[in-house]
């Protein structure tokens, strides 16, 4: 299993917001996490990868405990992380931006032709290489943001709302990217979304989230149902 979290609990000084979770990512795998605003998603993620420290439970990547590992060493053992808000550096340019991410790179002549192995995913990204970030648009930049985590290759890819504010055209140009990555790249994706219907499109297996706690936890095809799905979101 390339990520196994046992028991995690986690939080903010004395605020606990995510309790006794379990979630596991395979190689090659695309898990979707549902859950509505407040569930305790973004948490979740920030535990896994160091942001903030578990107080309680265990992260194991790749074969070995990571649990409240900096994030630079997560990085750098292949697990990338794109938080809400398509983080990227506005006052440089997309080509400048892809450079950085891949500065984790031992190897630093690899960063060229992992650049140009993403111009088939983002072509349209790929042709304003040159225009400083902060001219692309919400899309735009959420497509390199993503492209940034992509330059080092990782072993999985965790994405926190990624169709967050972005128009529908551009969420369906975003879904095919990210089923690619496992696709294409022999990587795997921890998709945080609420964006149900897009995830589950693409998801092999899905959890759904809700206070703190998870309550589902199975293949894809059998959370489908409007009626399911609107139970475990909604709690009915």
Do not use: W
Request: neutral net charge.
């Amino acid at each position: 299993m390339l990520l196994q979290v046992s028991d995690l609990a986690a939080g903010y000084g004395r605020k606990q917001v995510v309790r006794d979770v379990n979630l596991t990512v395979g190689d090659r795998e695309v898990v979707a996490l549902l859950g509505h605003n407040g569930a305790g998603k973004s948490t979740l993620m920030n535990a896994i990868f160091g942001i903030i420290p578990p107080t309680k439970g265990r992260v194991v990547f790749r074969g070995a405990e990571i649990t409240g590992r900096k994030p630079s060493d997560n990085i750098a053992d292949g697990l990338g992380y794109a938080p809400q808000g398509a983080e990227v550096f506005k006052s440089l340019t997309v080509l400048e931006n892809l450079m950085l991410g891949g500065y984790s790179l031992k190897d630093q002549e690899l960063i060229a032709p992992s650049i140009e192995r993403l111009q088939e995913m983002f072509p349209a990204l790929y042709a304003r290489r040159h225009l400083r970030a902060g001219s692309l648009s919400g899309g735009e930049r959420q497509m390199l943001a993503l492209s940034m985590l992509l330059v080092a290759s990782p072993r999985l890819v965790i994405l926190d709302e990624p169709s967050g504010g972005l128009a529908p055209i551009v969420v369906e140009t975003l879904y095919t990217a990210i089923a690619d990555i496992a696709a294409k790249l022999n990587a795997s994706v921890l998709l945080v979304e609420q964006d149900a219907n897009h995830a589950l499109h693409i998801a092999n297996r899905v959890y759904v989230m809700a206070n703190g706690q998870m309550k589902f936890e199975g293949q894809a095809r059998d959370i489908k149902s409007v009626d399911v799905l609107s139970e475990l979101l909604l709690g009915y």
